[in-house]
């Protein structure tokens, strides 16, 4: 027992399991409450084509958030770069007519998408590594910038009348399991392959744990919190495909409850606040555990609101259990 | 001198996390007494202190305020029982004024809701005529130099009538004539009654201002008693618990030159400064604090590099500009503050050891975890790390075990210049010894090591060069031969003269 106290692992793992415990309980409730309702393909199939849009902006704000900062601008980079594609591809496709053009506009599309992603993104990581300003006031501010330049774009209305192939992406199923699963779990991948396997994500923990031992060990804090952030963008354009693609309208404000949604997800899915923290696979069930209980309220016609406080309450109930397990192992290893 | 006794400890055990910090511990302060707790780092000094102030409660023992016993004690109520500790960065408010820092505290303890500003500046001007300081009761505290914020801080704790002053190593900081200034002000108070304790390792010192002395080594008590009752011998031997052994660094003197500093200077830190360090030798820099000691390695290392000077690392003339170049160099720095600067405390012991080095580990496109696990199991049987694996967190380690982890980190990136701010500070002595033999051997095989450090004997035992630094500007370059004594003086001297010029 006090040997796999000793390898640190203890308490993730519980954290982990206390989330599928929560899943469970959910699905037991809904179980008693709406059998007919809930335990449908359909339903199913409803709700896998809801999360991966918020479910991929929550793995940008995670690993800002493990480098020990935050990304508010996520919904901005998101609404950002959806306008920029569904621009790109009702002007390639004239307003879908056009299908010839169709997959070159999708293409170009998704490149712009993330490219511009990753440039806001790494705008906001150098204004924040090379100023020192915190991230919370940069992203902030990346927040409005974003928007703003989104709305200059539109101009207010949203722009509609993208080309089927384009709807498709959020909207479109091969043998009943939507694409976006795939998208989602591709993401996953990556994000778990980046931050278990490669130099920087390594050096995304150190950062986060320690910033000046960073320094003091020849990390390049400025490059790291850069790429980092740039990261969060382009996740944040990936999102925007989506949810451009999902809605089929873009405009500056969709997705506006998704920058406190991000968070809270990823505070339950056990990413420390102050950064060094965090797992991939935690996050994603998080995500799953939120996208049951929006889905169940959904289902008894509840209100939003009673959903919100729902949220609020699993949020507390996570930092609380946190806490709890932080002092219970540091009570066992004084033992 | 009374014999009446203040304070009374008995047995006091307490333990953090698997780690001893005080064993068993006896203490006995009397009233209107100048007690001295001596012992070397990591001795179980502040956790004492801690407990006594309330902060820490004891896990065993026995604690006697006035003959009263007291147990569960809140900081609060050790204040109201008028003990007080002065902290090495005193705990003062930068942004507040001296008025505001003296008076404010007793503000809080009378549990009064509003301020009343004239009472804070009458109780301000009141305690510094008590200790004679001449200080401006509107200035804010970040403008005053360190002995005038000691100062503060000493006005603060005497306005809510101590009993017991304690001081936790108050004369780091401070030049020669700050340290006498003090010392009379430390003489007032105990002609008040009050008693005073002050935990201090500089033997000339002691013997200067104590009546009584209590040593304790590795958390135990190991004696007490009036300070005439110790000679050079006996205190060393009670600090450090060896037969005065002191076996020094005496390298083969060697031809082949490792490093040549020449004419270093960084504008505010240190100017001129050149040296140079052959195969075998390990350099010691020593200085007071702020005399530029800590900053020629923070330029070596590229931390905040040199303005202009020469830079030769084995033969060729290298440019230091950040720490990537130092790095690309192959120059490793263990930074003085460990716990800060040097771990990532909640990280593994593997995560600590390859955090310099992780590029070495991307293999095929990826990590290779393997090959991680397998150096940092190699550096904990190399270095004598006690440590079940590498997966605990780094915070679960002793300081020593802690600092051997820093060492791992740099000798994991194979350094040419090995540069240690610090390097045993909060180590016990037993790690110490076994960091001090790493770096002769390392020494041996001509990896320049430069030791940075104000502790006199760490220095005079391990270098076979010391070069002593005053107001930024070299002001001696002395081989071992050297006493501790005359290096403390020579330390001291000569800050008394850039006083007196002054």
């Given amino acids: ?335 | 001198m009374s014999e009446e006794v203040f304070l009374k400890l008995e047995g006091v055990k307490k333990s953090f996390g698997g780690v001893h910090a005080l064993r068993g511990v006896d203490l006995e302060i009397r009233k209107g007494e100048i007690h001295c707790l001596a012992g070397e780092n990591g001795c179980g000094k502040s956790t004492l202190i801690k407990a006594i102030s309330g902060v820490h409660n004891p896990d065993e023992g026995s604690i006697w305020i006035d003959g009263e016993k007291v147990e569960n004690m809140k900081p609060m109520d050790a204040i109201n029982r008028g003990i007080q500790v002065i902290y090495q960065d005193f705990a003062v408010f930068p942004n507040l004024t001296v008025a505001e820092n003296i008076a404010l505290n007793g503000e809080l303890k009378n549990k009064t809701k509003f301020v009343n500003w004239k009472q804070i500046h009458e109780v301000a001007e009141k305690a510094m005529a008590q200790v004679g300081a001449d200080i401006d009761p509107d200035v804010k505290l970040e403008r005053l130099s360190v002995a005038n914020k000691q100062m503060v801080a000493i006005c603060r704790a005497i306005i809510n009538d101590a009993k017991l002053l304690i001081l936790d190593e108050p004369t780091t900081a401070l030049t020669a004539r700050e340290v006498d200034k003090l010392w009379d002000i430390i003489r007032s108070l105990k002609a008040k009654g009050i008693a005073i304790m002050i935990v201090n390792h500089k033997l000339d010192e002691i013997y200067r201002i104590a009546d009584r002395l209590t040593i304790l080594r590795n958390g135990t008590y190991i004696s007490s008693g009036d300070i005439s009752e110790y000679d050079q011998e006996r205190f060393t031997r009670d600090m450090t618990g060896k037969d005065i052994t002191e076996e020094k660094y005496m390298p083969e003197p060697g031809s082949e030159e490792v490093l040549r500093v020449e004419h270093l200077s960084r504008k505010g830190a240190f100017e001129n400064v050149s040296f140079s360090l052959h195969k075998g030798d390990v350099l010691g820099i020593t200085g007071l604090l702020g005399s530029g000691r800590g900053e020629i390695g923070e330029a070596l290392f590229g931390l905040s590099p040199a303005d202009s000077g020469k830079i030769v690392l084995n033969g060729k003339e290298i440019s230091i500009k950040s720490v990537s170049d130092a790095m690309a160099n192959e120059i490793g720095y263990v930074p003085e503050d460990r716990l800060t600067q040097g771990l990532f405390m909640q990280r593994s012991i593997q995560d600590n050891t390859i955090a310099a080095s992780i590029r070495q580990y991307m293999k095929h496109g990826r990590l290779d975890k393997k090959g991680m696990e397998d150096t940092t199991n190699y550096w904990i049987k190399e270095l004598g790390i006690k440590a079940p694996s590498p997966k605990p967190a780094v915070r679960t380690l002793s300081g020593g075990n802690a600092q051997k982890v820093v060492i791992a980190k740099w000798l994991n990136t194979h350094p040419k210049l090995f540069i240690l701010d610090g390097p045993t500070v909060g180590v016990d002595v037993g790690a110490k010894a076994e960091i001090h033999s790493i770096l002769h051997d390392l020494a041996k095989k001509g990896i320049g090591i430069i030791i940075i450090s104000d502790d006199l004997p760490e220095l005079v035992q391990n270098c076979n060069k010391i070069l002593v630094m005053k107001e930024g500007k070299v002001s001696g370059m002395m081989d071992n031969s050297i006493d501790e004594r005359t290096l403390g003086n020579m330390l001291v001297g000569s800050s008394d003269r850039g006083g007196e010029k002054a």
């Avoid at chain 1, 519980?14 to 959910?26: E, P, R, Y």
């Avoid at chain 1, 390639?92 to 056009?98: E, I, R, V, Y």
């Avoid at chain 1, 390049?220 to 451009?244: D, P």
């Fill in chain 1, 1 to 335: 027992m006090k040997s796999r106290n000793l390898q640190g692992k203890a308490a993730p793992d519980t954290h982990m399991l206390t989330i599928v415990g929560l899943m469970v309980l959910a699905l037991v409730i809904m179980a008693v409450l709406q059998p007919g309702d809930y335990f449908t393909l359909r339903n199913v199939r409803s709700m896998i084509f809801q999360f991966p849009e918020y479910g991929i902006l929550a793995f940008g704000m995670m690993v800002c958030m493990i480098a020990g900062g935050i990304d508010l601008s996520l919904v901005g980079i998101m609404n950002f770069t959806g306008v920029l594609a569904a621009m790109i591809v009702t002007k390639m496709t004239a307003n879908g007519s056009d299908l010839s053009m169709a997959v070159p506009a999708i293409i170009l599309a998704v490149i712009v998408a993330l490219a511009v992603g990753g440039c806001c993104g790494a705008f906001n990581g150098f204004i924040i590594g090379y100023f020192n300003i915190p991230a919370m006031l940069v992203t902030l501010c990346g927040l409005q910038l974003y928007t703003g330049l989104a709305y200059g774009i539109t101009g207010g209305p949203a722009i509609n009348g993208m080309c089927d192939a384009f709807k498709n992406i959020a909207n479109g199923t091969v043998a009943g399991i939507p694409y976006v699963l795939f998208i989602y779990i591709l993401a996953v991948a990556v994000v778990a392959f980046v931050m278990k396997s490669t130099v920087f994500g390594h050096e995304i923990y150190f950062l986060g744990s320690n910033a000046k031992a960073s320094r003091y060990s020849g990390i390049n804090t400025l490059k790291v919190t850069v790429m980092t952030h740039m990261f969060s963008g382009i996740l944040g354009g990936v999102s925007g495909i989506l949810i451009t693609s999902h809605l089929n309208s873009a405009k500056s404000s969709n997705g506006s409850t998704y920058t406190l949604l991000t968070l809270l997800i990823v505070v339950l899915g056990g990413v420390h606040p102050d950064g060094g923290k965090g797992r991939v696979m935690g996050v994603a069930l998080a995500t799953i555990l939120l996208q049951l209980i929006t889905n169940a309220f959904g289902l008894m016609h509840m209100d939003d609101n009673a959903k919100t406080f729902v949220n609020g309450c699993l949020l507390v109930a996570a930092l609380l259990l946190d806490a709890y397990l932080d002092k219970r192992a540091l009570k066992k290893k004084s033992e």
